[in-house]
């Protein structure tokens, strides 16, 4: 891929795993703070606390614009493409293509993340020739690294990543799966 092509395209939908990955539009608004406004997301991840109409709107508005500039897709996860259920993210990052998620409180426990991590990847290898693709997880949030595991990722020794967000510190493992071990954990 060369410096002037667009790391994503402009409009983006995947499908796999029973999900419906798809761009954020303007029906999600109202269902995005029922994803996204609860104690566990705001710990675990950038987004904004409350998270209420106005955070929505932003986040919908930060979608297109990273989209438009080919660096970033931030993506409804669906069954359909109806009703979002959570977000799953790809983007590029200094140490490769870097996958991220959030699934809202109420749909936990069906698999969705790893399912739509494991779509993510795939498209990641097979459109944007990544060798290969991360997550960025901290070790005390278990639910997270299930879905690391589940997904088929590995944890790298590489050096923890460490800052402080909101008022609170953090230290990301960084985890990784292999274009050449991504068949191998497939469901």
């Known amino acids: 891929m060369t410096s002037t092509t667009p790391f994503l395209p402009g409009r983006l939908e995947l499908v796999g795993e029973g999900l419906v990955l798809r761009d954020w539009a303007e029906r999600d608004l109202a ?11 705001a710990y675990w991840t950038p987004l904004v606390s409350p998270f209420d109409a106005a955070a929505a709107q932003i986040r919908l ?7 438009a500039e080919g660096t970033a897709a ?16 790809l983007r590029r990052a200094p140490e490769g293509t870097e996958i991220g998620y959030a699934v809202g409180p109420a749909h936990r ?17 097979e459109k944007l020739g990544a060798e290969q693709v991360i997550l960025k997880l901290e070790a005390e949030n278990a639910p997270s690294v299930a879905v690391a595991v589940r997904a088929g990722f590995r944890r790298l020794d ?9 008022g609170r510190s953090f230290a990301f493992e960084t985890w ?3 274009h050449s071990c991504a068949g191998v954990h497939e469901k």
Not at 61 to 67: H, I, T
Not at 74 to 89: C, F, N
Not at 109 to 119: E, I, T
Not at 158 to 166: F, H, N, P, S
Request: aromatic share 4%; hydrophobic share 45%.
């Open 31 to 41: 269902t995005m703070p029922g994803l996204f406004d609860h104690s566990d997301v």
């Open 61 to 67: 508005d930060r979608a297109r614009q990273l989209r």
């Open 74 to 89: 931030l993506l409804a996860i669906t069954v359909d493409g109806g009703t979002a259920l959570g977000e799953a993210t």
């Open 109 to 125: 426990g069906q698999g969705l993340a790893s399912r739509a991590v494991r779509v993510m990847a795939r498209y990641a290898f």
């Open 158 to 166: 590489v050096e923890l990543i460490e800052g402080e967000e909101k």
């Open 176 to 178: 990784g799966l292999s």
